[in-house]
Every structure is written in structure tokens, then in C-alpha cells.
């Protein structure tokens, strides 16, 4: 298991990023190794909700743990689901903009030493998909690590 944390600061209102975050279903906008997340539930967004994600590699099963507007979200993935994750978001208002802290808890399925040691090139990648979404959210467009140009 590896745990990192990444921070982000983001030039748009918290309620907007909360918004577009927990919103599952907005992360092939920003993060280019998932293809396509859905909606496994009814009804709003909140604690239960379930997601089915596709990503370049491989597929997981994900719930929401927590649910807090504008100020944390957290997911874990279902029993089966490789690689496991643990994932907060935390949101904190700053002078009209929001500190986003992303932590992860990620099981690879791999050796201990060789997650360990692949730790800082999988904490880089999701710090280079936080950029994306900051592009995106702050100028509504970005282009993905994939060449693909994703506009809100």
C-alpha cells in the first residue's frame, strides 16, 4: 500500500469545484488514463453512490465513503477491484479560490518494494492530471497527455 498527497490551487469558487469533482462521471475530463466512469446509482450524488470506471489499463468498482459539500468527498473501491484505492478530495475557500488536497491509499497488487519504489512516478501523474483539471476548470478547455481537447 502507498499513500501520497498532492495540493492544488485552484481560481474558481469552492462550490464550483466541488461541483464538477464530485461529479465522478467529469474525471475522463481531467485525467486522461480513465476513458469512462458512470453512475451505478439512482438518485443524487452522495454517500453510496456507486461508479463504474474504465480506465486505459484496466476497470474498477468504486463507492463514495464520504460526502460533505464543498468540503470533502472520499471514495474507496469494492472488494475485487484491482488496483484498490482509498481516494480524498478535501476542499478549503481561499479568497474566492479553493485549495484542493488530494490523498490516495493505493494497493497496486505488486511487491511492497516495487509499489514503494513506483510511488513518486505514480504521485507525479496524478499531480499532472490535477493541473488538467485546474486548466480546465479555470480556462474551460485543456488538452489531455492523450492529445484529446476537452472543453466545459
Partial sequence: ???????ITID???ED????????ENVPKWNY???DVQSLSDGPVGVGTTFHQIRIKDRQDYRITEYSPNREVAVETLPGSTPAFERRFTFEARNGNTQL???WS?????????QKLG??????AVAENLTKLKELLEKGRTR???GRAISI
Fill in 144 to 146: 489531455l497527455q492523450d
Fill in 1 to 7: 500500500m502507498i499513500r501520497f498527497e498532492n495540493r
Fill in 106 to 114: 493505493l494497493d497496486l497488487g505488486l511487491n511492497p518494494l516495487v
Fill in 33 to 35: 488514463f480513465v476513458t
Fill in 101 to 103: 488536497t488530494d490523498t
Fill in 12 to 14: 474558481r469558487p469552492v
Fill in 17 to 24: 469545484v466541488f461541483k464538477f469533482i464530485a461529479n465522478f
Fill in 119 to 124: 510511488k513518486g512516478r505514480v504521485k507525479a
